[in-house]
């Protein structure tokens, strides 16, 4: 029995961050990977045997709502989350008041002089509640949880994106809306 869940990690790498290992091209708009291209590169390049069904099953059963099909499921995106450069489309939202960032402590005094950056990634990513914040920010290392004023920013003109799975995404984060 294979692990579904690392076959769904290396189905994140692949259409958030690497194509290429795999063979396969996303489309710039929409971010949108060919379902069937997908299935035959993972078979192809990697151990994993993958077909529609157990697609289908890692797409529904995602805790995090990670990827989404097109509506005749032939072709399939990550919601976000993207280092390669694409143009999600996302329509600019009013963001709740506060919203969390997780992060590990030893990141902290870096952030607390230049703000938060997008680093790898195309956005610097929020979270609505702290409890998804500190799942966020372990995965680092030892917790911090920053309150963003995002209520705040907006009002001073920064823009704020909501993904298709909730998660709460801007260009930058200046020292001065963290707590
Ligand atoms: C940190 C997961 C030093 C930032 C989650 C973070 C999320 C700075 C790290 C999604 C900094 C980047 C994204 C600065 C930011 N100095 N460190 N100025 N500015 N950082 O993984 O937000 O499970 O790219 O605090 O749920 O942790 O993969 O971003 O610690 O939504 O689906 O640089 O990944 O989704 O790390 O996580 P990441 P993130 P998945």
Redesign the pocket.
Known sequence: MQDLSKLSKLI?RILRHAPESIGIEIEYYGAWADTKQLINGINSHSKYNIDMAILEKIVADDE?G?YSFNADKSKIRAN??HSVDVDMGFAEKIPPEILY????ER?VE??LS????K???QY??L?KDEE?AS???V??GKLHIFRVLSGEMYRQGYKFYCSENG?WLTDNVPPNFLE
């Open positions: 994140s995090k990670r976000q989350g960032h997780g992060t590990a990141f870096s952030i230049e703000g938060l950056k680093m790898q990634r610097v990513h979270s998804t799942k966020v920010g995965r680092h998660v």
